[in-house]
C-alpha cells in the first residue's frame, strides 16, 4: 500500500523547486507540462506524462519514490483534449481518472513507495465568505462529492514570506486544507521534499 502525499501552491510557490535535493537515480519525475525544472540537476524526468506512463511505470516498482510534477494538468490537458464534447460525461471521466491513480497509488504500490503530486491551488469561499486554498481540479465531482485532499493523510502548502524564504505549511491555520500526521513535522518546514521524504519514511518506518 503505497503513500500519495499531495504537495499544493501557487504557480512560482515551490514546488517544482522542493526537487532540488534529490540525486539523480533517487527520484523518478512525471513531467506532465513538459517544462524544464527550475534549477541545474538532470533528474529523471519524463516529459508529457500521461495516466497510462504512470500506472505503467508504478507497476514496474523500480524507484522507492516518484513526483507528478503540475499533476492538476492531468485534469486541464484531458478538459481541453475532450473540449468540443457536449455533456457532463466527460467531466465524470476526468474525475474517475484521476480518482483512480490516487486510488492505485495506495492499493498497488509497494509500501515503501511515496508518490508526490505537485499540484496547483484554487481559492474557495465558504458560506461566511471567508477565503481558503484548495487543490485545483476542474468539474464539481471532485470537489462536491470527493473531496481530492481527503484521500491524502499528508498535504502540504507551498508558502513564501517578506523575506524571500520559502517553506511548506503542514497543518492547516483555517485558510487552507493543510494537513499532515500529529508529530511528523513541526508547523513550518523548509521547502526541501527530500527532507519531507525522510521524515515520512522515519515515521512510518519505511525503507530509505
Known amino acids: 500500500m503505497g503513500i500519495p502525499v499531495l504537495i499544493m501552491g501557487e504557480s512560482g510557490s515551490g514546488k517544482s523547486t522542493s526537487l532540488r535535493n534529490f540525486e539523480p537515480g533517487e527520484i523518478g519525475i512525471f ?33 522507492l519514490r516518484y513526483a507528478i510534477d503540475d499533476s492538476q494538468y492531468l485534469l486541464a490537458f ?31 504500490t509497494p509500501p515503501d513507495c511515496i508518490v508526490y503530486f505537485l499540484h496547483h491551488v484554487e481559492t474557495s469561499y465558504d458560506s461566511a465568505g471567508n477565503r481558503r486554498l484548495k487543490a485545483k481540479t476542474i468539474g464539481k465531482m471532485l470537489d462536491e462529492k470527493l473531496t481530492v485532499e481527503g484521500l491524502f493523510s499528508i498535504v502540504l502548502l507551498c508558502q513564501s514570506d517578506s523575506t524571500g524564504r520559502h517553506f511548506f505549511q503542514t497543518q492547516s491555520n483555517g485558510n487552507s486544507t493543510a494537513k499532515s500526521p500529529m508529530e511528523m513535522f513541526p508547523a513550518e518546514i523548509d521547502n526541501d521534499l527530500k527532507q519531507v521524504d525522510s521524515a515520512i519514511r522515519d515515521y512510518y518506518g519505511l525503507q530509505k
Open 78 to 108: 484531458e478538459f481541453f483534449s475532450h473540449a468540443d464534447e457536449k455533456g457532463y460525461e466527460k467531466f465524470t471521466n476526468m474525475a474517475l481518472n484521476f480518482y483512480n491513480l490516487i486510488r492505485f497509488i495506495q492499493f498497488n
Open 31 to 63: 513531467n506532465v507540462a513538459s517544462k524544464p525544472l527550475p534549477f541545474r540537476k538532470k533528474l529523471t524526468s519524463a516529459d508529457a506524462a500521461d495516466y497510462p506512463m504512470i500506472v505503467n511505470t508504478l507497476n514496474a516498482h523500480n524507484l
